[in-house]
């Protein structure tokens, strides 16, 4: 079988378990998403490839490092952390235009500029004008919406009981009816008309601000990465990742750059023998309880089962498309290995040394 194996260094890496968040965990190798979104970066693929992989490393020791965190608070806040006007609200942009920033940890306040950093003075103008118009909404709804929609519901309230009466003919219970019904359709006029002027007016372009805090988190880092990844797909994709493979700069953070060893073409064979595997690498759950699969690497007498992890591979989008819909793959971390029978979906590369190859 043909495949491309690709040799890579890193200096440092931080593969983040997407579950993690105040400190940013990592993978001890990359997980397949991770590695089939560079080299579709590589390739400037604009829709997922078929492919299976097979990965497996080692690195020098493990660390962490402190970072600052940008963070958006779920509600606007006036007199905390940085105000920010969004670029584009109706996208998933990030971008933002710094505002102003409080000086304080309290007592600041953007609308009346109390201990704060002015950083654009016509976008805060523009948030004191809008804050300023819910106020006069607010004063507008209290003072005169408010009254109107009382005395309404006292009528609606009043013909109600009116057409209850005994006595009444139809054409009277229908007549009250009728002005009922016109009362309720003025009142959800006027209701509507103050929500689509309250919503266009304050709440659409308040929405494009948000405060923005900064707090110290920590990523866990690899450093002296060593990966080696194969790659089985159609003749054509992996002519296309060997043409662009200097291409790939990063794997993990955007700054986790990769320093290209070798790329060649080789040929997996079937087990036709006994191998060992001393690389870290992952195996499919499935594989370590087929005959001919032998756990070496063992503490206290008992062979160690490594650790299973649950990894993404490639994704489908959500019928709104605003989700990613990832397919998951069940494996297990480990090292110290043998094989010594043909297992399905298991091969060997015989190289400048042996790999073990999974392809997953």
Known sequence: MKALRIHLKQSSANYRREET?????????????????AIHKACNFTEYQEMKLSIQGSYGSMGTEVYLDHCFLNNLQNDRGILVKMCNDSTMSKGFIRVAAAKKS????????????????????????????NDEIGDFKKARLTPVLNRIKDRKK???????????????RQQFSRREQNLKRVESRIKQKMKAYEEDNYQKPISCFRTLTT?????????????????????RILNCIYENIGNLTAIGRSEDFVQLESCDFTELQEIDGEYSCDHSVYIQTSVLEEDGFDISRQI?????????????KNYTLSPDKKKRIFQKKLVVYLSGFALYKPIEGVYVDKGEQNYIVNLI
């Open 21 to 37: 968040i105040d400190n940013k965990m990592t993978y001890p190798l990359p997980p397949f998403s991770t590695v089939i979104g």
């Open 106 to 133: 309290q007592g600041n306040d953007f609308r009346k500029g109390i201990t704060i950093d002015v950083l654009n003075q016509e976008l805060l103008d523009e948030y004191r004008s809008l804050k300023d118009l």
């Open 158 to 172: 009043y013909l109600s009981q009116m057409k209850k009466q005994e006595g009444l003919s139809d054409e009277e």
């Open 215 to 235: 707090a110290p988190k920590h990523y866990e880092v690899l450093y002296d990465v060593d990966l080696v990844i194969h790659v089985s797909a159609e003749e």
């Open 300 to 312: 206290d007498g008992k062979p160690t089962k490594g650790t299973r992890y649950l990894l993404n």
